[in-house]
């Protein structure tokens, strides 16, 4: 049975609607346990814990990550399927270096697999914009509960807002609308337990008013990053 070192040591999702995941100086080492950690299948060499990533060989080379990536179609990503959910871009080097402002994008949640360094010496950013515009890696995942939906009203009044997307923790509640018939509060979905690597959830659509207005959408939930 051959042996190798687990680099991959800590997973992140970025919070949605427009917020920024900064991360600096950071060294990979050792999961806590023993150094060596025996791999199943001989010749494979596996990397992670609740989301691995096995290859018949170790990365022979350096990455450096700068500007914009896109996990749908970026030739360094080596796709790797999940029992549940989305595949995810794995991208792995000897060493990795995000070297200057890198905004990650695209349908899979992004892995970054380092065998000797992983430096992040700029910002790397999975977030999504509130906008909609752009949208974090594996952000919006098809295993998201339904959103919830604001309270409309048919009277002169104002409709409720939405709650927020629920992922690891519960989204806030949506607001009550304003005058007597106005649309009432509404509560956010449950958290849910992540068993695997996905991007957060939407927030939901807000309520029709009673003078005609139509809800504003929801914001994109963050996208998902495992160095």
Same mark, same amino acid.
């Given at each position: 049975?051959?042996?190798a070192r687990?680099?991959?040591?800590?997973? @992140?999702?970025?919070?949605?609607?427009?917020?920024i995941?900064g991360?600096?100086d950071?060294?990979l080492?050792?999961?806590? !346990?023993?150094?060596?950690?025996?791999?199943?299948?001989?010749g494979?060499f596996?990397?992670?814990?609740?989301?691995?990533?096995?290859?018949?060989?170790e990365?022979g080379?350096?990455v450096?990550?700068s500007?914009p990536?896109?996990t749908?179609n970026?030739?360094?990503?080596?796709?790797?399927p999940?029992a549940?959910?989305?595949?995810i871009c794995v991208m792995?080097?000897?060493?990795?270096?995000?070297?200057?402002?890198?905004t990650?994008s695209?349908?899979?949640p992004?892995m970054?697999?380092a065998?000797?360094t @992983?430096t992040?010496?700029?910002k790397l950013d999975?977030?999504?914009?509130?906008?909609?515009? /752009? @949208?974090?890696?594996?952000?919006?995942?098809?295993l998201c509960?339904p959103?919830?939906?604001g309270?409309?009203?048919?009277?002169?009044?104002?409709?409720g807002?939405?709650p927020? !997307?629920s992922f690891?923790?519960p989204? *806030? !509640?949506?607001?009550? *609308? /304003? @005058?007597?018939?106005? !649309?009432?509060t509404s509560?956010?979905?449950?958290?849910q337990?992540?068993?695997?690597?996905?991007?957060?959830c939407?927030?939901?659509?807000?309520g029709?008013?009673?003078?005609g207005?139509?809800g504003?959408i929801g914001?994109a939930g963050?996208g998902?990053?495992y160095?």
């Amino acid at each position: 049975m051959r042996q190798a070192r687990i680099v991959v040591v800590s997973a @992140l999702v970025a919070s949605g609607c427009s917020s920024i995941l900064g991360i600096d100086d950071l060294s990979l080492r050792d999961a806590g !346990g023993p150094p060596d950690v025996a791999v199943d299948a001989p010749g494979a060499f596996c990397y992670g814990t609740f989301v691995k990533a096995c290859f018949d060989v170790e990365p022979g080379s350096p990455v450096v990550l700068s500007g914009p990536v896109d996990t749908t179609n970026d030739p360094r990503c080596v796709n790797i399927p999940q029992a549940s959910g989305e595949p995810i871009c794995v991208m792995r080097g000897t060493m990795i270096t995000v070297a200057a402002t890198t905004t990650v994008s695209g349908s899979r949640p992004l892995m970054l697999v380092a065998t000797e360094t @992983l430096t992040v010496s700029s910002k790397l950013d999975v977030a999504s914009a509130i906008t909609g515009s /752009h @949208l974090g890696p594996g952000s919006n995942s098809a295993l998201c509960a339904p959103t919830v939906q604001g309270t409309s009203t048919t009277a002169m009044a104002g409709a409720g807002g939405a709650p927020g !997307g629920s992922f690891a923790t519960p989204g *806030g !509640g949506g607001g009550a *609308g /304003h @005058l007597t018939g106005a !649309g009432a509060t509404s509560a956010a979905n449950p958290a849910q337990t992540a068993t695997l690597l996905r991007g957060g959830c939407p927030g939901g659509t807000g309520g029709n008013s009673g003078f005609g207005g139509t809800g504003g959408i929801g914001g994109a939930g963050g996208g998902a990053v495992y160095l």
